[in-house]
DNA sequence: TAACCTACCAAACACTTGTTAGGGAACCGA
DNA sequence: TCGGTTCCCTAACAAGTGTTTGGTAGGTTA
């Protein structure tokens, strides 16, 4: 996950740029690589967008640096004025993606919410989330199991553990409060809800017929009620 | 394993070979290319296993022709003897899951059960077919979007407009006989549903604790009536 | 005007990629 | 024994990969 939540960061306030050897990301930078701090963030955060598009579309490893420069309208060569890799780039769509994510949910955590509202609010806030990170949250989907192996992504595994507990943990309080059927087991319905919740990043458009709120509300009811009529 | 490692060599049964020309996909084979016809289909299928995994655990982009042949125990080149390129162990992977794939859900449609029991078996069949073909299913996962694109693969993007039709009909028939809820997109149901059984091949591991039909079981109840308890 | 910084280009580098061509060992039926 | 087939190896190729280095137009500051 990300450390101490470093939620924020530095949005507009202090220009102050982070000391050498830290990282977005908190983890320290071990690596000798000066890292390129371009003076605009805005550029730097508008190549990622662009960067994070074609990376969701195709894939990482099938996205070349010359297919992000030339839908950035430059060359190659030209990204590592604002990146020092690849790699990088990826990083840091993540790992932002990871941090919004990660304050909305624990603020809805620590709300002191019982069980079913826990959970409404944290499908709603998934939804929200994937309505801003879209394509973030599809490379996500894709890269993460194989990536979380490598030492620099170790985040994504931290991230997904993380996960699971306030996951878990909140269906698990819900059949003990009796709020949540008893005779499933816990870990596949924790699956099942996880995964019918990020999928839907890999069909959603953002401005469709649907709200992040609507269609967390419709995905609720299916969820807690079933798409069966009741007798 | 290594050179010699012919192992087994040939418990083959008939060596019968396909007609030249054929796929066994009934897609024409337009191309000009002599396709190369392996002598034991068995070994053919090995290396396919194989193939299959690391492209499941990597992604296909990420997978180096090396690496494939490395895991089996051979050199880069000698693939080739076996086929004709890297995309093709792809195409044979993918169309050999879809066959299987759809001859057990034609023979549930065919079947003339109501929609509930449609879906019921339409789930089980799904995760039969995940627990056969798991690594082929996560390649379809990961891959199948950007694939369908390309004309060789054209036939993933008819697969899954027939996958539509089956199970949005029978959703369609369940809300007009009064057997599913009529407050709900059944677009979104029916990407919902889809969506949770697929996906479960990003996880599920064969002989793990649950058998395919016990997690349909468990499935089908939640999406059928829900996690919460009725009142 | 001079010095400097930002954001890019141009051209190359070392390496990896999928793929091919030729060869050879083991086994087969005749 | 011989020719043929099967299955793999050796060695290379061309194209594409991420990345680096040096340069430079344009703006800002002094």
Sequence with gaps: MIPGGRSTG?????????????????????????????????????????????????????????????????LAGSLYYHFDSKESILDEILSAFLDELWAGYDAVLAAGFGPRETIEALVTESFREIDRHRAAVAIYQKESRHLSAQPRFR???????????????????GVASGAFRDDLDVRLTYRFVRDTVWVAASWYRPGGRHSPEEIARQYLSMVLDGIAVRD
């Design 10 to 74: 530095d949005d507009g306030t202090a220009p102050g740029r982070p000391g050498p050897g830290q990282d977005q990301n908190g983890h320290v930078a071990t690596t000798k690589k000066k890292t390129q701090v371009s003076a605009s963030p805005e550029r730097r955060r508008e190549l990622l967008g662009t960067a994070a598009e074609v990376f969701a579309a195709h894939g990482y490893n099938a996205t070349t640096v010359r297919r992000i420069a030339d839908e950035a309208g430059m």
């Design 155 to 173: 985040y994504l595994a931290d991230s997904q553990q993380k996960f699971e507990k306030a996951w878990l943990g909140t269906l698990e309080r």
